[in-house]
Structures are given as structure tokens and as C-alpha cells.
């Protein structure tokens, strides 16, 4: 079975290796002709220096030769970039295959779930409808790529379909399940990278676990409640996809928004911060989708101004933690 990979990052390449292990004919296709054929030669990724490639794998940029005869493609390019990769493969045969979002992130113009761009974008290029899946759950590339336990959930209405996805990993490190909630699975992707970009501000300003633990669950609470309103499943929220992401976005090293947010706590710009992570950080990405999303329920997200105020309003971190503590005493459920 044929499954084609979109982006060469860490958790394209990292996918990638898992379904080739387990026996499946994979491509992954790189935008930059000069990156596959470096990836085809090396069987090294930079930024995964002790994973070797294994040799079935095949590298591409071209679209066509990537698309043709794949049964499933993965989506793992960064979230920006979704349409415009999805627009390149429109034209392709890859409009018969089950396309499946690995990539954690909200549209910032149209606030689509990045599934939902993938259904327009084909649509909208007259490839007519096309089946999607997202996954999600706390899945580090590094970790995995090391054949580290992970977990994740394959998240589509169809029940068949979502059941052929978690059959691609079956026997590998990845253990799958199946969930129906596409939308909140992906809301809970997007979001805990920004409610995690606050928890490393947090630390980066030298505040210890208890801070931290109060930020998590307060910032899952934030999620949820957001969900919610959009019509999301409130058992998604306190499951792989939700706290379980959260939980590993927020506290492991391997975390880029975690990383750049302790940079920028300790004093770097946030520019700076970026620079030195060297990679996308998907919080900041999300975090203009996430404020209109504010706007457009009616929801109080404190975590998610407070990264507001601190990364585009250019605030003292210490200043906005302060504001945090004194807002108005209240009842937790509320």
C-alpha cells in the first residue's frame, strides 16, 4: 500500500519511518527539490541527527510522481503552508486517496480546522470531495522517531475509515485509536501550542511546578470551554488529543512553543527566541486565530491574552502574571 508524506520536517521524516517499518511503500515529498535529493542521498535529517532513513523510503518534489497510486497522503507540512501545499496536489491523482492531517494548527483568515482546508482547497480546485482523518496526540518527533511508545488518535466521521488509518500503525510504537470528534481534536492541536508557549514564559521567568500545573490545567479548562462553544465533544478535552498533548507541549524540552516560550520569559525578544529554536513554532502561528476565536464566542481566555500581551504587545511577562493573580476571585467551575 502507497502512502505519500507531505513535508520533510522532523514529523514528516519520522512517520515516514514508522509506516515504512511496518511494511508500507512510502514517499515523502519535499517542496525543495534540493532537500529531497540531500534526504535521498544522506538518509539524514538535520534536526533527527541518530535516526537513519531507512532506504525504501523515496524522496520527491514533484507532485505527480509523489501522488500517483498513493492509497493515503499525510499532511505534515506547517500549518501556513497547508493550502498552498494542498493546492499543488489538487490536480494530481492523490484526489482518490484518504487524506490524513498530522499537522496541528488553525487557518488564521478563515479559522478552518486544517482538515476543513483540505476539503476546500480540493474543492474549490475541482478535485469534488475528499475523505479526511485528522491525528493528533502527544507525539514528539524526536521520541518517536527513537521507536518510543506514543499514542494518538485518528479522528474522522467515518468509522471505517478512521479503523483502515489505525490499521497503519498497528504493531508499531504508534498505538492508535479511533475517536469521531475531527473538529475538537484539532482545536485542542492548534490551541495547547499557545496555552504552551504561556507555561514556558512562565518558567523562562523562573516559576516552578506549581505554576506550571496550575497553567495546564487552566489552560485545558480554556480549550474546553472554547470547544464547547464550537460544538466539539467535551470528552476530547481530557483525552489523548487534549490534556494528553497539552501535558508533553508544555513540559518537554523536545517542545519548540515550550522552548521559545522560556527564551522569551528569561528576556530574549521573541524574534530571538525563534531564531535560536531554529524551527517552526506552532503556537505563534496559532495565536491570531485563537484571539479572533475569543472574539467570536464570547470566551474569557486569560492564558491566551496573557500570550497576546506578552509576544505582540511587546508586555513585561512579570507585569502580565501579576495582572493573572489579581483578577477577580472566582468560582473554578465558572
Known amino acids: 500500500m502507497k502512502i505519500t508524506v507531505l513535508g520533510s520536517g522532523t514529523w514528516g521524516i519520522a512517520l515516514a519511518r514508522v509506516l515504512s517499518m511496518n511494511g508500507h511503500d512510502v514517499t515523502v515529498w519535499s517542496k525543495f527539490p534540493e532537500e529531497a535529493s540531500r534526504l535521498d542521498t544522506e538518509r539524514k535529517s538535520p534536526n533527527l541527527p541518530e535516526t537513519v532513513i531507512p532506504k525504501k523510503i523515496f524522496f520527491t518534489s514533484d507532485p505527480e510522481e509523489a501522488a500517483y497510486d498513493a492509497a493515503y497522503i499525510l499532511v505534515c507540512v506547517p500549518s501556513p503552508y497547508v493550502r498552498e501545499t494542498i493546492r499543488t496536489f489538487a490536480a494530481t491523482k492523490g484526489k482518490d486517496a484518504v487524506w490524513i492531517n498530522a499537522s496541528k494548527g488553525i487557518e488564521k483568515d478563515t ?10 482547497e480540493m474543492c474549490r480546485c475541482g478535485a469534488g470531495d475528499v475523505c479526511t482523518v485528522a491525528i493528533s496526540g502527544p507525539t514528539h518527533a524526536e521520541e518517536v522517531a527513537r521507536d518510543l511508545p506514543t499514542l494518538i488518535v485518528a479522528a474522522g466521521e467515518d468509522h471505517e475509515i478512521t479503523g483502515k488509518v489505525q490499521k497503519l500503525f498497528e504493531g508499531t510504537c504508534i498505538r492508535p485509536y479511533t475517536n469521531t470528534d475531527k473538529r475538537g481534536v484539532q482545536i485542542c492541536g492548534a490551541l495547547k501550542n499557545v496555552e504552551a508557549l504561556a507555561v514556558g514564559i512562565a518558567r523562562g521567568l523562573g516559576y516552578g511546578d506549581n505554576t506550571r500545573a496550575a497553567m495546564i490545567t487552566r489552560g485545558m479548562e480554556e480549550i474546553r470551554r472554547l470547544g464547547l462553544a464550537m460544538g466539539c465533544q ?42 535560536e529554536v531554529g524551527m517552526v513554532v506552532e503556537g505563534v502561528n496559532a495565536l491570531p486565530a485563537a484571539l479572533r476565536l475569543c472574539d467570536r464566542y464570547g470566551m474569557d481566555m486569560p492564558l491566551i491574552r496573557a500570550v497576546e500581551a506578552v509576544i505582540l504587545k511587546h508586555a513585561d511577562p512579570r507585569e502580565i502574571v501579576m495582572d493573572l493573580m489579581n483578577r477577580k476571585l472566582k468560582q473554578e467551575n465558572l
Do not use: C, P, W, Y
Request: charged share 20%; proline share 0%; hydrophobic share 40%.
Open 234 to 275: 467535551e470528552r476530547t478535552f481530557f483525552g489523548l488529543a487534549g490534556i494528553g498533548d497539552l501535558i508533553v507541549t508544555a513540559t518537554s524540552m523536545h517542545s519548540r512553543n515550550n522552548r521559545a516560550g522560556m527564551l522569551i520569559g528569561s528576556g530574549k525578544s521573541v524574534q530571538e527566541a525563534l531564531d
Open 111 to 120: 479559522l478552518m480546522t486544517l482538515t476543513e482546508v483540505i476539503e476546500d
